[in-house]
């Protein structure tokens, strides 16, 4: 039997060329190409590249893809739409479009992302066939980039005439060149800010420059500064704005006093964190003679000194938010109005924006005032002091907290007190926090029947050493304390935005909407991993159901999972100035007026309600609707930034614990690995399935699983499993784990 005579394939064939010429002309749709256009722009110019671009391009037109609109010239028949959209990558150069032309994702391959970056505005058209179930497509322009900085490594090549610099975002698929002379004196191996200037045809990589040095990687300082650089945040205020801020006169004067309500005399104090520097916020409490309590929420009049137009304004709304990092504050304003002038001090009058309410037992409001006020801070208390006031006297009731103080335990114990001494505070401070506690609970259980969702996420904190290492991890849980602190929050933004509402003029509102069908599926099908059931017949059993799991799975393994999982379920919340209501707190109106020192929202609320209480008229929607989307955009960063700030200190705290074994709990589970969440510090990591040696691993996509092919082990979302550290990087951000196995279980 003769073999066959396999003909070699020619070395200058080029691949995939049918598809290459057709993304040039689409690409271009409205210019015209000869051959030699063509192939210059595929960077070939020898007479077999050519013949094959000329035979291609005859081909296509006999298809009737392109047509020959002059001799020689030809240009895409254009039968299809175009849509625009945003681009979402996956970590390994594939991506999908957000898009509202189709109900679904649309995917893109890696050789059809055509030089576009994650979360870029793209142009694309759509193909009829289909990728796993998803609409299949190619990007023809990019309309807007979303981001142009960059946080990398840089690389400088040895013989030092250029550099490359190796982004730390896994969305970003390639290394960024740099010219030698635009590498900003940074030395190799430096963490730097590098911005792309632009990217050539022919290059398989955009051009940039270093714009900043951040330091050496694994240093703390140079890892904080990159995560806020990596989202385009600030670290330091422009010298002009501290100027303009240290010069305000920040005195309390009396012509002023005289066009506000005084309210000095009232008992007033704040509840904040123990290690709070800006009091936002303060309650003040009397009971009348018409036996109704007069509750005020106070709130710090930023408005006052933040005047529209000023270096100070404009700043403040630029970073939009305070950032919380694990290890500092970074704060919407300069330090002497934070910390210093807006905040709500002890023994210090204050400038203030008040919402004060008339109520009785049942917490039927009868009364309700806005309006500037001014205010005296008679003490400050740490939310653990006030809880111990709470729980020393949970055995009162509601009568005998009012007519018998005698009977009220005064006591703020040496562990949880400010000055770490044993103390007694003042008996009508202790009155005024046990019943505004007593009304907080019935206003809350309120909340909860009229369907509102209750989450009390676990937030994980960390003991920090003077260098800012990590020692150790705890959990913060909300208690009473919190709880009656939110609940008259809730009261004032709610009774706020109502009050503006209603009156159908702009305002700034913060909305959610009700979450949707598709993620509350994937959440039951999560959760009945657990052995939980879920009932989704109507709107209300949603919400009672969805309550009733994050009850269930409260000191349970699965509970940060549960928690984060539902959380995702929702809806995000956001700014706009078209009320839909909020569905998580079951509010027909809702905004954010509590908190202007760390919020711009809030500023924007206390001006548009001063300006109606005035008597102005309704403010432009347009400008305040951009002000929203802004906003909601810098919110959206900064909680980014203060998710990688922890889940860097996670790294660093699991770095010395690399020979330790953890029980931990399958978080997710995916073609490539396992994700799990360690239960004693709620650290996540991965374990790759290559690093899976014991057996053929495959995932199982309907069970949530990785099953051996040999053995039938199966690891399943839910499982328990004992693992230990491979690797913990800083730079990249990831944890990666070994699978130890499954923990014994006791016979007994």
Same mark, same amino acid.
């Given at each position: 039997? /003769?073999?066959?005579?396999?003909?070699?394939?020619?070395?200058?064939?080029?691949?995939?060329?049918?598809?290459?010429?057709?993304?040039?002309?689409?690409?271009?749709?409205?210019?015209?190409?000869?051959?030699?256009?063509?192939?210059?722009?595929?960077?070939?110019? $020898?007479?077999?590249?050519?013949?094959?671009?000329?035979?291609?391009?005859?081909?296509?037109?006999?298809? *009737?893809?392109?047509?020959?609109? $002059?001799?020689?010239?030809?240009?895409?028949?254009?039968?299809?739409?175009?849509?625009?959209?945003?681009?979402?990558?996956?970590?390994?150069?594939?991506?999908?479009?957000?898009? %509202?032309?189709?109900?679904?994702?649309?995917?893109?391959?890696?050789?059809?992302?055509?030089?576009?970056?994650?979360?870029?505005?793209?142009?694309?058209?759509?193909?009829?066939?289909?990728?796993? !179930?998803?609409?299949?497509?190619?990007?023809?322009?990019?309309?807007?980039?979303?981001? +142009?900085?960059?946080?990398?490594?840089?690389?400088?090549?040895?013989?030092?005439?250029?550099?490359? =610099?190796?982004?730390?975002?896994?969305?970003?698929?390639?290394?960024?060149?740099?010219?030698?002379?635009?590498?900003?004196?940074?030395?190799?191996?430096?963490?730097?800010?590098?911005?792309?200037?632009?990217?050539?045809?022919?290059?398989?990589?955009?051009?940039?420059?270093?714009?900043?040095?951040? !330091?050496?990687?694994?240093?703390?300082?140079?890892?904080?500064?990159?995560?806020?650089?990596?989202?385009?945040?600030?670290?330091?205020?422009?010298?002009?704005? &501290?100027?303009?801020?240290?010069?305000?006169?920040?005195?309390?004067?009396?012509?002023?006093?005289?066009?506000?309500?005084?309210?000095?005399? $009232?008992?007033?104090?704040?509840?904040?964190?123990?290690?709070?520097?800006?009091?936002?916020?303060?309650?003040?409490?009397?009971?009348?003679?018409?036996?109704?309590?007069?509750? !005020?929420?106070?709130?710090?009049?930023?408005?006052?000194?933040?005047?529209?137009?000023?270096?100070?304004?404009?700043?403040?709304?630029?970073?939009?938010?305070?950032?919380?990092?694990?290890?500092?504050?970074?704060?919407?304003?300069?330090?002497?109005?934070?910390?210093?002038?807006?905040?709500?001090?002890?023994?210090?009058?204050?400038?203030?924006?008040?919402?004060?309410?008339?109520?009785?037992?049942?917490?039927?409001?009868?009364?309700?005032?806005?309006?500037?006020?001014?205010?005296?801070?008679?003490?400050?208390?740490?939310?653990?002091?006030?809880?111990?006031?709470?729980?020393?006297?949970?055995?009162?009731?509601?009568?005998?907290?009012?007519?018998?103080?005698?009977?009220?335990?005064?006591?703020?114990?040496?562990?949880?007190?400010? /000055?770490?001494?044993?103390?007694?505070?003042?008996?009508?401070?202790?009155?005024?926090?046990?019943?505004?506690?007593?009304?907080?609970?019935?206003?809350?259980?309120?909340?909860?029947?009229?369907?509102?969702?209750?989450?009390?996420?676990? &937030?994980?904190?960390?003991?920090?050493?003077?260098?800012?290492?990590?020692?150790? =991890?705890?959990?913060?849980?909300?208690?009473?304390?919190?709880?009656?602190?939110?609940?008259?929050?809730?009261?004032?933004?709610?009774?706020?935005? &109502?009050?503006?509402?209603?009156?159908?003029?702009?305002?700034?509102?913060?909305?959610?909407?009700?979450?949707?069908?598709?993620?509350?599926?994937?959440?039951?099908?999560?959760?009945?991993?657990?052995?939980?059931?879920?009932?989704?017949? %109507?709107?209300?059993?949603?919400?009672?159901?969805?309550?009733?799991?994050?009850?269930?799975?409260? !000191?349970?393994?699965?509970?940060?999972?549960?928690?984060?999982?539902?959380?995702? +379920?929702?809806?995000?919340?956001?700014?706009?100035?078209?009320?839909?209501?909020?569905?998580?707190?079951?509010?027909?109106?809702?905004?954010?007026? /509590?908190?202007?020192?760390?919020?711009?929202?809030?500023?924007?609320?206390?001006?548009?309600? *001063?300006?109606?209480? %005035?008597?102005?008229?309704?403010?432009?929607?347009?400008?305040?609707?951009?002000?929203?989307?802004?906003?909601?955009?810098?919110?959206?960063?900064?909680?980014?930034?203060?998710?990688?700030?922890?889940?860097?200190?996670?790294?660093?705290?699991?770095?010395?614990?690399?020979?330790? &074994?953890?029980?931990?709990?399958?978080?997710?589970?995916?073609?490539?690995?396992?994700?799990?969440?360690?239960?004693?510090?709620?650290?996540?990591?991965?374990?790759?399935?290559?690093?899976?040696? %014991?057996?053929?691993?495959?995932?199982?996509?309907?069970?949530?699983?990785?099953?051996?092919?040999?053995?039938?082990?199966?690891?399943?979302?839910?499982?328990?499993?004992?693992?230990?550290?491979?690797?913990?990087?800083? +730079?990249?951000?990831?944890?990666?784990?070994?699978?130890?196995?499954?923990?014994?279980?006791?016979?007994?």
């Amino acid at each position: 039997m /003769t073999k066959k005579k396999h003909r070699k394939p020619s070395h200058n064939k080029i691949s995939n060329l049918t598809n290459t010429i057709l993304s040039i002309l689409k690409k271009e749709r409205n210019s015209t190409f000869n051959y030699k256009q063509i192939a210059a722009k595929l960077g070939v110019n $020898d007479a077999s590249s050519r013949n094959q671009i000329i035979k291609k391009l005859q081909q296509l037109k006999a298809k *009737q893809e392109i047509e020959e609109v $002059d001799r020689g010239k030809f240009k895409a028949i254009v039968n299809t739409e175009y849509h625009t959209g945003i681009l979402d990558l996956a970590a390994k150069g594939n991506g999908y479009i957000i898009c %509202d032309d189709f109900e679904e994702d649309v995917f893109i391959a890696s050789n059809n992302i055509n030089k576009a970056l994650n979360g870029d505005e793209v142009e694309f058209y759509a193909y009829k066939r289909r990728h796993r !179930g998803k609409q299949e497509g190619e990007i023809t322009n990019i309309i807007k980039r979303a981001k +142009t900085e960059y946080v990398g490594t840089i690389q400088i090549h040895e013989k030092k005439n250029f550099a490359f =610099v190796v982004a730390d975002s896994n969305k970003m698929y390639t290394d960024i060149f740099v010219p030698i002379n635009k590498i900003n004196k940074a030395e190799d191996g430096d963490k730097v800010l590098v911005s792309l200037e632009d990217w050539p045809e022919k290059s398989d990589s955009p051009n940039g420059k270093v714009i900043e040095v951040l !330091g050496k990687p694994g240093e703390h300082g140079t890892e904080i500064n990159s995560i806020m650089a990596e989202y385009g945040l600030p670290m330091e205020f422009p010298k002009e704005v &501290e100027d303009y801020a240290n010069n305000i006169d920040l005195e309390i004067k009396p012509e002023e006093i005289a066009k506000r309500r005084d309210m000095r005399k $009232d008992l007033t104090f704040t509840i904040d964190p123990k290690d709070a520097k800006d009091f936002d916020d303060a309650l003040s409490f009397k009971v009348l003679d018409n036996g109704l309590y007069e509750i !005020g929420i106070h709130i710090a009049d930023v408005s006052h000194y933040l005047q529209p137009g000023t270096v100070l304004d404009d700043e403040a709304y630029e970073r939009a938010t305070s950032i919380y990092l694990v290890d500092r504050v970074v704060p919407m304003l300069p330090e002497v109005l934070s910390n210093g002038a807006c905040s709500l001090r002890p023994h210090e009058e204050k400038y203030t924006f008040s919402a004060v309410f008339q109520m009785n037992e049942k917490c039927e409001i009868k009364n309700e005032w806005f309006g500037r006020t001014v205010t005296y801070s008679d003490a400050r208390f740490a939310y653990e002091e006030a809880q111990a006031i709470i729980e020393n006297n949970a055995t009162i009731n509601e009568v005998d907290v009012l007519k018998h103080k005698e009977k009220i335990d005064t006591t703020i114990p040496a562990e949880v007190s400010l /000055t770490g001494e044993e103390y007694q505070t003042d008996v009508d401070i202790a009155q005024a926090t046990i019943k505004m506690n007593q009304l907080a609970r019935k206003m809350r259980n309120a909340r909860m029947r009229d369907g509102a969702i209750s989450f009390d996420k676990v &937030e994980v904190k960390f003991d920090l050493d003077e260098e800012a290492n990590p020692v150790g =991890v705890f959990f913060k849980t909300s208690k009473d304390a919190n709880k009656m602190i939110e609940e008259f929050m809730l009261l004032a933004n709610r009774k706020v935005s &109502e009050f503006v509402g209603k009156q159908k003029k702009t305002f700034v509102y913060r909305v959610h909407d009700e979450p949707n069908d598709e993620k509350l599926a994937q959440l039951q099908t999560v959760v009945a991993r657990f052995g939980h059931k879920l009932n989704f017949k %109507d709107k209300g059993s949603i919400a009672s159901s969805l309550n009733n799991l994050l009850k269930d799975v409260v !000191g349970k393994k699965e509970q940060n999972l549960v928690d984060t999982l539902t959380i995702r +379920t929702m809806s995000k919340a956001e700014y706009t100035t078209h009320n839909i209501g909020h569905y998580g707190l079951a509010f027909e109106y809702y905004s954010h007026f /509590t908190s202007p020192i760390r919020r711009y929202p809030d500023v924007m609320a206390h001006r548009l309600l *001063q300006l109606y209480l %005035d008597g102005g008229k309704s403010a432009n929607e347009e400008i305040y609707e951009e002000r929203c989307k802004h906003s909601s955009n810098m919110e959206y960063l900064a909680t980014k930034a203060e998710r990688d700030s922890i889940k860097y200190m996670q790294i660093r705290f699991m770095q010395d614990h690399q020979d330790e &074994e953890f029980l931990g709990v399958i978080s997710g589970v995916t073609d490539w690995g396992i994700y799990i969440e360690i239960i004693s510090n709620k650290c996540e990591g991965m374990v790759s399935v290559r690093d899976m040696k %014991d057996d053929h691993y495959q995932f199982d996509q309907d069970q949530y699983a990785m099953v051996g092919k040999k053995s039938s082990i199966m690891y399943q979302l839910g499982d328990e499993v004992i693992v230990k550290v491979k690797n913990a990087d800083l +730079t990249k951000k990831h944890l990666d784990f070994y699978m130890v196995g499954k923990p014994e279980v006791d016979s007994e």
